[in-house]
T-cell receptor, first 114, second 113 residues
Framework: GAVVSQHPSWVICKSGTSVKIECRSL??????MFWYRQFPKQSLMLMAT?????????EQGVEKDKFLINHASLTLSTLTVTSAHPEDSSFYIC??????????FGDGTRLSIL | QKEVEQNSGPLSVPEGAIASLNCTYS??????FFWYRQYSGKSPELIMS????GDKEDGRFTAQLNKASQYVSLLIRDSQPSDSATYLC?????????????FGQGTILTVHP
């Protein structure tokens, strides 16, 4: 149980492109979903927290106009990186939990901006 | 001061030995504690969760929690080369934190044959 699916797993695109990443909880209703990014050899950095039907809560220093988060249902959240640039290249990982249960992570999306 | 701090690595143990991973946290209001394993290039995978003081065992893994000392640990018995990974300690506060986790910096474990 507690499977989180993330798509796509790998994206390579040109600078200035917008990229959408999907995160789905497959066998449970996710009360909350989280978006992280991780640079090589560093720990996870929380970008934002989203609850279904509410605006996402962004961590300090994360540009909300740059990283658009939509949590349309209890099983789907999307992260759109708008007008991506090479410095946005990173490993983006979503996670989800139901109420007080542990967070379970998707497989991650490796984003490379040329 | 870091909110969640793990013992510095990397940690190297021989196959079959016990690997001991330690974590301290600063927020006394923390209520839930987790250990995740992350293989290189992959996302974290939940290994253990622990919520009350004492030991919790699951197969070769034992988590230990001492809230008075603000300390949580993970023991891996009979370590295998497949246990080689980065282990992340994560702490969740109570209240209205919406389940937000605070992660330690991770400890790299290498189990050599």
């Amino acid at each position: 149980g507690a499977v989180v699916s993330q798509h796509p797993s790998w994206v390579i695109c040109k600078s200035g492109t917008s990229v959408k990443i999907e995160c789905r909880s497959l066998d449970f209703q996710a009360t909350t979903m989280f978006w992280y990014r991780q640079f090589p050899k560093q720990s996870l950095m929380l970008m934002a927290t989203s609850n279904e039907g509410s605006k996402a809560t962004y961590e300090q220093g994360v540009e909300k106009d740059k990283f658009l988060i939509n949590h349309a249902s209890l099983t789907l959240s999307t992260l759109t990186v708008t007008s991506a640039h090479p410095e946005d290249s990173s490993f983006y990982i979503c996670s989800a939990n139901q109420d007080v249960q542990p967070q379970h992570f998707g497989d991650g999306t490796r984003l490379s901006i040329l | 001061q870091k909110e969640v701090e793990q013992n510095s690595g990397p940690l190297s143990v021989p196959e079959g030995a016990i690997a001991s991973l330690n974590c301290t946290y600063s927020d006394r209001g923390s209520q839930s504690f987790f250990w995740y394993r992350q293989y290189s290039g992959k996302s974290p995978e939940l290994i253990m969760s622990i919520y009350s003081n004492g030991d919790k065992e699951d197969g070769r893994f034992t988590a230990q929690l001492n809230k008075a000392s603000q300390y949580v640990s993970l023991l891996i018995r009979d370590s295998q080369p497949s246990d080689s990974a980065t282990y992340l300690c994560a702490v969740r506060a109570g209240g209205t934190s919406y389940g937000k986790l605070t992660f330690g910096q991770g400890t790299i474990l290498t189990v050599h044959p």
